[in-house]
C-alpha cells in the first residue's frame, strides 16, 4: 500500500536522486534514474540543484520534531504525576498570581551560538519561538521551552539591531533592522524566507515596531533622525516624521496604535500623534530632563496606572481606556525617569552604575524591569514609588544589552476593548499580545482573569549568551 501520492513520490524520488548525485554515488543514482525511467531532461541541472539538500533537511526536520513530541510526552507524564499527588498547599503555589512573580538566578537555560554581542530579542506572538539579532550579522531562533537553537537566518550585510514578530493578523512576520540601512521582512511560514527588503532610511536603523491596530504597519528609528512608518504588504514608505536632532535609537506604540513614543541622543523624548491625516507630523509632546543620550522608552500598560498615579497626586488612576498616560525612558546618564501625558517627569529612578539599555513593564503593571552596562537587571516596585526591590547580577558576564518579557496570552478577547469602545478581538494576533507594542488592553468587566500573563523573561548582552528566566 503507497502512504505517498504521486507527486509526493514523485518528488522523493528527485531528491533521493539529488542525494545520491551530491554524494558522487553515480552508479546508484543511475540504477534509480533506469529504474523510473527518469532521462536527463526529465532530470536536468536546474532541477537538480532544487532538490539538493532537501532529503536532509526533511530527514533532520522528522529527528528534530520526534525528538520534541518524546520530551513533551516525558514532560506530560511529569506534569500529570504532579497534578495525581497534588496538595491543597501545592496548588496554593502553584496558583500564586504571576502578576507578583519576578525573574531570579539562575536563568533556566544559558544559550550560545552568536560569535558577538546580542542587541536585541522579540517572542513569537503564539509558539514558544525567540529571535536574536547580533553585531555577527545574524538573527536566531530559538526554542525558549526546549533551550534548542532552531535555525540561523543570514541576509543583513552589517550589525542586526532590532528583531520584530508580529504583522498580519494569522500570517505572523518578523522583521529586522540593521546598520545596513534596511530593515528585512521575513516569513516563518515558509522557513523564514525573506520575503521584502525595505530601503529607504539614510542611516543605521536602530528599532522597528509592528504598530498594533494595523495588520500591515511598521515605525522604525533611525541615526538619520528620523523615524518613518511603511506598510509591510507593499514596502512602502508612508510617512517620515522628522523632530529629532540626532540619533533616534528606540520608538514605541501605544496599544491602540495612534501614538508613537521616541528617544534618543538629542536628549529628549517625543510623543507623536501619526492618526491625524495630515502630510507632516509634529511631536505632540517633547521631556526634557535626561544629561545624556536616552538609549530606550516604553509606554506604561494601563495595569501599571494604579500604581503610578500616587506620583502624580492623583487619587483615581486614569481610565484603563486611555493608551498614553504615562511613560518610561532610560538613560546613558544611569536614570530612568517616568514622565505624566503633560511632559512632566514624576520620579527619577536612581541605582544602575552605568549606561541603562533596556526597559520593560511588567504585564501586571507593578513592576519596572531594567538592564545596564552594569551587568544587571533591577526590578522596580512602582506601587512603592519606584523602589529597587530586587536585583539580578549573577549570572550575567558583561554588559546588559536588551531585555523582554514573552507576551501574554488573551483568554476572553471578547471582554478587551480598545480606546474606542470596539472590541479588539479582530485586532489582536491569534489571541495574543504581543511582547514589545504591549497592547495591554483594559479588560471590559475589570477581572484580571482576561489576560495570562506568562512568566518568561530572556536578556542578552555582550557575552553573546542568551538566557532564559521562566517560573
Known sequence: MNLLTNRQAEELHK??????????????????????????NG?????????????????????????????????????????????????????????????????????????STINCISFHPIFSSLAT????????????????????????TRA????????????????????????????????YKNIRTLPGHDHSVSALRFIPGSANLLVSASRDQTLKIWDVSTGFCLRT??????????????FDGRYLLSAGDDMTARLWDISSTGNQIESKLTMLGHEHYIECCAIAPPASYKH?????GLKR??????????????????????????????????????????????PGGKYLLSAADDKTVRCWDLSQEGKCVKVIGEPHER????????????????????????????????????????????????TPGDVQIRCVVATGGVDCKLRIFTN
Not at 539591531?161 to 516569513?187: F, H, M, Q
Not at 516624521?241 to 501605544?254: C, E, I, M, Q, Y
Not at 503610578?308 to 502624580?312: E, G, K
Request: with cysteine; hydrophobic share 35%; proline share 6%.
Open 43 to 115: 532530470f536536468d541541472t536546474a532541477t537538480a540543484e532544487k532538490y539538493k539538500g532537501l532529503l536532509e533537511k526533511k530527514w533532520t526536520s522528522v529527528v528534530r520534531l520526534q525528538k520534541k513530541i518524546m520530551d513533551l510526552e516525558s514532560r506530560n507524564a511529569t506534569l500529570q504525576s504532579e497534578l495525581d499527588n497534588a496538595t491543597p498547599a501545592s496548588l496554593s503555589m502553584r496558583n500564586k498570581d504571576p502578576s507578583s512573580w519576578l525573574p531570579k538566578a539562575p536563568p533556566r537555560y544559558t544559550l550560545e551560538s552568536h560569535r
Open 133 to 156: 539579532g547580533s553585531d555577527d550579522y545574524t538573527i536566531k531562533i530559538w526554542d525558549w521551552d526546549t533551550g534548542e537553537l532552531e535555525r540561523t537566518i543570514k541576509g543583513h
Open 399 to 446: 554588559f546588559v544589552t536588551s531585555l523582554q518579557w514573552a507576551p501574554s496570552i488573551l483568554r476572553n478577547v471578547e471582554h478587551v476593548e480598545s480606546n474606542n469602545g470596539t472590541a479588539t478581538a479582530g485586532q489582536l494576533q491569534d489571541g495574543e499580545v504581543s511582547n514589545k507594542t504591549t497592547p495591554y488592553g483594559a479588560p471590559k468587566d475589570g
Open 308 to 312: 503610578i498615579a500616587p506620583l502624580a
Open 160 to 191: 542586526v539591531l532590532d528583531v520584530e514578530y508580529g504583522g498580519p493578523r494569522g500570517n505572523t512576520l518578523l522583521a529586522s533592522c540593521s546598520s545596513d540601512l534596511t530593515i528585512k521582512l521575513w516569513d516563518p511560514a515558509s522557513d
Open 241 to 254: 516624521l522628522n523632530g529629532h536632532t540626532a540619533w533616534v535609537r528606540d520608538v514605541f506604540p501605544s
Open 15 to 40: 531528491s533521493i536522486i539529488a542525494y545520491l548525485a551530491a554524494n558522487k554515488l553515480t552508479a546508484a543514482e543511475a540504477s534509480l534514474r533506469t529504474e523510473l525511467k527518469l532521462e536527463e
Open 317 to 362: 488612576p486614569p481610565p484603563t481606556s486611555s493608551s498614553v498616560e504615562y511613560m518610561a525612558t532610560a538613560s546613558r546618564d544611569k536614570t530612568i525617569r517616568l514622565w505624566d501625558a503633560r511632559g512632566t517627569c514624576l520620579k527619577t529612578l536612581i541605582g544602575h552604575d552605568n549606561w541603562i539599555r533596556a526597559l520593560v513593564f511588567h
